[in-house]
């Protein structure tokens, strides 16, 4: 395979998985999924992979398997490990290991949203009760901390005043599915620096961290009495 190598690790059903498999197919994309790794053996995740002719791998429930993490990673010659729904902290090992070439995607504008326990449905709760007026995926550097190393794009999607988590989730994952896969052809061209450099109407640095997270926070106004 010609391009950059990534190693998909992924928790659930994987469709953050088939953005990147379907992006790869482009051949100027400039990258390929070489393997998926999986905490749980029934994840939708490693089925999208087996169909796609992916080598599948299993891990531990918990995710502390650094040495056969370490060893898989090797032996796929992965360049690039992609967090796609993955719920379980990186072992430091491998967090060194992979020093800047570990990414994650997130469901909410970090930094705000994220940490300990903030995946998935509890996510949108969490900015919905808020009054949230903004929300969207980010794409980070991974660190040995949940949903905190560097950031290196963003998509910021609306909240409505009748969103439910659900609706805020399927809008949140289609732009996750336009992001990452984004991100890793930007990767493919030169690295953590050309992701940075992403800048488009929707998303990346073109647009203020700083403002954006004002945005985000700042809840609707009470209407007028």
């Known amino acids: ?18 953005s990147l498999l379907d992006a790869s197919r482009d ?9 998926v790794i999986s905490n749980r053996p029934d994840a939708g995740a490693l089925a999208r992979a087996r169909g796609a002719g992916i080598r599948c791998e299993v891990i531990r429930s918990d995710g502390q398997d650094p040495g056969r993490l370490l060893a898989l990673l090797g032996e796929a010659g992965a360049e690039l490990v992609v967090l796609a729904g993955y719920l379980k902290l990186v072992p430091p090992e491998v967090v060194k290991a992979y020093r800047g070439r570990t990414i994650n995607i997130h469901p909410a504008l970090l930094p705000a949203f994220g940490g300990p326990g903030m995946f998935g449905r509890r996510v949108h709760e969490a900015v919905l009760a808020s009054g949230a007026r903004v929300s969207g995926p980010t794409v980070h550097v991974v660190d040995e901390v949940y949903d905190h190393g560097r950031v290196l794009a963003q998509w910021p999607v609306p909240v409505a005043r009748e969103d439910t988590a659900e609706t805020l989730a399927a809008r949140v994952l289609e732009a996750e599915h336009l992001l990452l896969p984004a991100v890793v052809r930007a990767w493919a061209r030169g690295g953590a620096a050309a992701a940075l450099s992403l800048a488009a109407p929707a998303f990346g640095p073109a647009l203020s961290l700083p403002r954006i997270l004002d945005d985000a926070l700042a809840p609707w106004p009470r209407p007028s009495p």
């Open 1 to 18: 395979m010609a391009g950059l190598r990534v190693a998909v690790l992924a928790s659930g059903g994987g469709s953050d998985l088939q």
């Open 27 to 35: 051949p100027e994309a400039g990258f390929g999924v070489l393997i």
